[in-house]
């Protein structure tokens, strides 16, 4: 079994900042891609950023110059520093990723269950 427990969530003032981590376990050979979703309430989720194995990184346009996506190979752990909130980037944040649990299987998407960031006054 593979799994993504995010963390981080809760409530926040307008223009604060969040830290939302998000780590692997589990049987893992090797992860590709990692990134974070959002579905705000009465929306479809959405992509909020990826990075891949080597780092390389892609956000969402809203989002670019306020939140940073990050990783550290060795926890197997995917990390987004949100600055500047806005009360519209209220929502659940889902972790994905993909993951293969040895050489000989293909990369299995999984999802986290989700974290809640609430920006309010």
């Known amino acids: 079994q593979v799994q993504l427990v995010e963390s981080g969530g809760g409530l926040v003032q307008p223009g604060g900042s969040l830290r939302l981590s998000c780590a692997a376990s589990?049987?893992?050979?090797?992860?590709?891609?990692m990134g974070w979703y959002r579905q705000a309430p009465g929306k479809q989720r959405e992509l909020v950023a990826t990075i891949t194995a080597v780092g390389t990184t892609n956000y969402a346009y809203s989002m670019k110059g306020r939140f940073t996506i990050s990783r550290d190979t060795a926890k197997n752990t995917v990390y987004l520093q949100m600055n500047s909130l806005k009360p519209e980037d209220t929502a659940v944040y889902y972790c994905?990723?993909?993951?293969?649990?040895?050489?000989?299987?293909?990369?299995?998407?999984?999802w986290g269950q989700g974290t809640l960031v609430t920006v309010s006054s």
């Open positions: 994905n990723s993909d993951i293969k649990r040895n050489r000989y299987e293909g990369y299995l998407e999984v």
């Open positions: 589990g049987t893992i050979f090797s992860i590709n891609v």
